[in-house]
């Protein structure tokens, strides 16, 4: 009698065990839920042209999310990352269309903010200021550079190249096996390809373990011998190459660059690792929550435009972002508190 009392606590214990140790599973969970809700009660949504738009809307912002997210388990916030994304689709862009062989352009767009990062690094390291602060005044800064290396003009490219199409254009092999209406891109490809790299780099590699560790309690961190500057020097480095790339996707995505692309999207970034289970404080998150994160604010954007409420207008719907993030925030912590 005493042993079959025992056996639902123990089944009880370990749900509540799988939901506390999985940062993306309740995000997850909401990301079923609303998708069932919204098929069920929203016209039009259940098909396959609202489907591949919700995760072409995702894609440049979700490789953007892991570096952030990479930075946020460490502790640390990127400001800059919308900056970088214009000076790395400027750089790409304004090659192309000099005549640069497009590896050249790839690789110039890629290495410039990856070195932009690397001095928000730097700065962070060599002057303990908060990194919030830091790159509040770096992305205002790259900005400016951004404006003086185009002179503020607009970049548009008439034609499409090969390259473009390789890095954001239709991804037809997909499309043409789907029922008709499906319009993914490759950018899909691009951020499948990201989104296991990091996994793996923060979950199976020692850097990846360090990067928790210096999240988590720096001081112990430094104690057991991690070298915490370098690794917060390489996760800004990471998050510029990052945006680096997002500024080839968009370029490749519209042909057009200004030096307001990217404006707003370290915000919404955030927002989308915050929302997937990363934890504000650090220490705590995954790169599969941070997908999460992005489909289902990309997925809430779609419904609130096919439901076309008078109240949450399309224009507003930075409303329901910020509830999200408010309420996801309120979720983490309880989450942790369980945790401890």
């Not at 089944?11 to 839920?33: E, H, I, M, N, Q």
């Not at 790839?106 to 602060?133: D, E, K, M, R």
């Not at 990846?208 to 690794?231: E, K, L, M, Y």
Request: with cysteine; net charge positive; aromatic share 10%.
């Amino acid at each position: 009698m005493q042993s079959e009392a025992l056996v639902p606590k123990t089944k009880t214990w370990d749900y509540r065990r799988l939901l506390s140790d999985s940062a993306a599973l309740g995000p997850f969970l909401t990301l079923v839920v609303l998708f069932v809700l919204f098929s069920a009660f929203i016209p039009h949504f259940l098909s396959w042209r609202s489907v591949s738009g919700i995760v072409n809307a995702a894609t440049p912002i979700g490789i953007v999310t892991i570096g952030v997210t990479l930075l946020m388990i460490c502790g640390e916030f990127d400001l800059s990352v919308g900056s970088l994304v214009a000076l790395g689709g400027y750089a790409f862009a304004a090659l192309l269309m000099a005549g640069v062989p497009a590896p050249l352009a790839v690789l110039a767009a890629l290495v410039l903010p990856t070195l932009f990062g690397l001095v928000n690094g730097l700065l962070l390291v060599w002057t303990g200021i908060p990194s919030f602060i830091v790159t509040l005044g770096t992305r205002s800064v790259y900005r400016g550079i951004v404006w003086l290396l185009s002179g503020g003009t607009l970049i548009q490219m008439l034609e499409r190249p090969a390259v473009l199409t390789f890095f954001n254009g239709r991804f037809d092999l997909l499309n043409d096996l789907l029922p008709k209406g499906a319009n993914f891109r490759t950018s899909l490809i691009w951020l499948t390809l990201m989104v296991l790299l990091f996994q793996y780099l923060l979950t199976r590699t020692t850097f990846g373990n360090h990067i928790f560790a210096v999240g988590g309690n720096v001081q112990a961190a430094a104690s057991q011998g991690v070298n915490v500057r370098r690794v917060k020097v390489l996760s800004f480095c990471l998050s510029g190459l990052l945006a680096g790339l997002t500024g080839i996707l968009l370029f490749s995505q519209f042909r057009t660059v200004r030096v307001t692309t990217g404006a707003g999207m370290e915000l919404s970034a955030i927002a989308a690792a915050v929302v997937g289970g990363t934890a504000l404080s650090g220490g705590v998150g995954s790169i599969w929550g941070a997908l999460v994160g992005v489909l289902l604010i990309s997925m809430l954007r779609t419904g609130v435009i096919l439901m076309d409420l008078p109240f949450i207008p399309a224009d507003n719907f930075e409303a329901v972002v910020g509830a999200t993030i408010v309420g996801a925030a309120i979720l983490n912590n309880w989450i942790q508190r369980r945790r401890s």
